[in-house]
């Protein structure tokens, strides 16, 4: 079902859907080749931000705009080397080191290598400037009691201020530059050119130990305006505390795992619009499971008002070294009426190494199929991580939109809920209401 309020909105989706079924008709090869120009055009776009950030030195985003390539694209050489100069600019060379080193392990590259090189400190210097210290600081009459008690007293001071610390950086930094979220707005749409939702801001963000290894990250859940001036990124950054300095470890787009060499459709990251028409939840939760800090992300959108269709995605990343990490993901790789296609994937550090169809709507492939149902097939994926989800799921979940963890069931940190409503409709007069909610449950977002 299609609805428009006037001729010349009829007439101008008339055209999309043509345009739509020549897409179709060419095929995988004219998808995948979208696929890679579409990520050409935001590498190209960010490059372009961070040395403009740069040159305003605004080392911050620029490190973060670098991130971003880096997300997309591992083996990004020019990346690598724009995020180590720029912790070079800010006085970080250690930091530069440690990029400079994971770059020249994704690629292999000489020019890296090079780079490398010219900035590592030698060891010679390291222990030379150690004892320098070590014989000044002789000097001082302490024992070895005194030390140890002194040592103990800095650590808890430091283990409890870095709370202070990543809270001031959110307030003092990360706020200004993004906003907040608005968490209650609804508007009335009566085309798709209409803007009602502010779709900008920090959504949440919360202080734990995401990779279990005794000290507190920050993760941060944001929108960042991308692809279009109505059009917003959902995305999430891990913050560190490194020689007493708040700094950005790793970020990625809100975005379910998609392997174009195994078929399927193609994926871009989850975007709010201006001109949101899209009924919508986007859920992310923390879950551990066996020591295993699983960071749950789920998206489900139902296209309602101006067009039908429907999309969900549930995968969950892992923090370590870091970095973010894909662990699994349950990712819709076909659509339409009755051509719903869901795999499986399954990742060791990092990388995937299996996938599995597990459910097939089409009548002529659902052989191929691991489950016969939706329903099974999802409880069944999820069951091989012990992450418990509901056992109530309908494939169609347009009354039932929340997230699909078995609250009760699991160790669970709730990080936002989103979702986005259509409250009244018309259709014959096409008039639409919305309503966007969202839920934060991490530290308080006040400007």
């Known amino acids: 079902m299609i609805t428009y309020n006037s001729q ?90 440690k990029i400079l080193e994971r770059g020249v392990k994704r690629t292999d590259s000489e020019e890296l290598q090079e780079a490398l090189d010219k900035y590592t400190i030698e060891p010679a210097q390291e222990t030379e400037t150690k004892t320098e210290m070590e014989s000044e600081s002789s000097d001082e009459a302490q024992t070895k009691e005194e030390t140890a008690l002194s040592v103990q007293s800095e650590e808890q001071i430091s283990e409890q201020s870095h709370g202070d610390m990543f809270r001031e950086y959110l307030a003092g930094t990360l706020i200004p530059a993004y906003g907040v979220f608005d968490p209650y707005q609804s508007g009335t749409m009566h085309s798709m050119e209409e803007k009602w939702l502010d779709p900008a801001g920090v959504m949440d963000a919360m202080i734990f130990d995401f990779d279990q290894d005794g000290q507190d990250e920050m993760l941060v859940c944001y929108t960042q305006q991308d692809g279009g001036e109505t059009s917003y990124v959902v995305n999430m950054a891990m913050y560190e505390i490194t020689d007493g300095k708040v700094e950005l ?133 999820f069951d091989k991580y012990n992450i418990h989800i509901r056992t109530d799921i309908d494939h169609y979940r347009k009354d039932n939109k929340g997230t699909i963890l078995s609250l009760g069931e699991n160790d669970i940190i709730r990080l936002f809920d989103f979702a986005n409503d259509m409250q009244n409709y018309d259709y014959n007069e096409g008039i639409y209401d919305f309503r966007a909610t969202l839920t934060s449950y991490g530290e308080p977002l006040n400007n």
């Open 249 to 381: 470890a790793s970020s990625v787009p809100f975005v379910a795992y998609h392997d174009m060499q195994q078929g399927g459709v193609w994926s871009q990251p989850v975007a709010l619009s201006e001109e949101e028409w899209c009924e919508m939840s986007l859920n992310a939760s923390v879950v551990n499971v066996n020591g295993i800090c699983y960071i749950l992300c789920e998206q489900y959108m139902l296209y309602s008002a101006f067009a039908d269709g429907q999309t969900q995605d549930y995968w969950a990343l892992t923090y370590q070294n870091g970095t973010f990490q894909y662990a699994l993901s349950f990712t819709q790789v076909g659509g339409g009426s009755a051509e719903f296609k869901y795999a499986g994937y399954d990742f060791t550090d990092g990388n995937c190494t299996n996938w599995q169809i597990y459910y097939n709507e089409s009548y002529e492939d659902e052989e191929s199929a691991m489950y016969d149902t939706f329903e099974s097939a999802i409880i069944a994926f």
């Open 8 to 97: 010349v909105n009829l007439k101008k989706k008339i055209l999309l859907v043509i345009i739509g079924l020549e897409i179709v008709i060419i095929g995988g090869i004219a998808a995948f080749v979208f696929y890679l120009s579409s990520d050409t055009v935001r590498i190209n776009r960010q490059m372009e931000q961070a040395q403009r950030f740069m040159l305003e030195e605004d080392y911050e985003q620029a490190i973060a705009s670098y991130q971003f390539v880096i997300d997309i694209d591992p083996k990004n050489v020019e990346a690598y080397l724009g995020m180590a100069e720029t912790y070079i600019a800010a006085d970080e060379q250690e930091k530069a080191v």
